[in-house]
């Protein structure tokens, strides 16, 4: 399995990024995805996730309405729109599946750096 991150870059706050995790070795349809995020100094953490198969979407509540989590099947990616950027919002950016058969996110990407300026 093979999770290829991107989409990262330097945004103004309020402004918009759409980050995006290419898959390989898996469909992603059939896999619970997730992003998370680690900013300077803090431990990784939950950002959002999406269930394999009826599409059911989650959101840590700090970026509830401002990010939203998708993927497009056909092209095997799962995305994260993300809009109205705080500087708050700066870190390195991973995609994780869950296999139904875990309980544990066990495939995680690179990971895409994000860095919102005041």
């Known amino acids: 399995v093979q999770l290829q991150a991107s989409g990262g870059g330097l945004v103004q706050a309020g402004g918009s990024l759409r980050l995006s995790c290419a898959a390989s070795?898996?469909?992603?349809?059939?896999?619970?995805m997730a992003w998370f995020r680690q900013a300077p100094g803090k431990e990784r953490a939950f950002v959002a996730s999406?269930?394999?198969?009826?599409?059911?979407?989650y959101y840590e509540d700090s970026v509830k309405g401002r990010f939203t989590i998708s993927r497009d099947n056909a092209k095997n990616t799962l995305y994260l729109q993300m809009s109205t950027l705080k500087p708050e919002d700066t870190a390195v950016y991973f995609c994780?599946?869950?296999?139904?058969?875990?309980?544990?996110?066990?495939?995680w990407g690179q990971g895409t750096l994000v860095t919102v300026s005041s």
């Open positions: 070795g898996i469909t992603v349809s059939s896999y619970h």
């Open positions: 994780a599946v869950r296999p139904t058969s875990s309980i544990r996110f066990e495939y």
């Open positions: 999406i269930s394999n198969s009826i599409d059911n979407t």
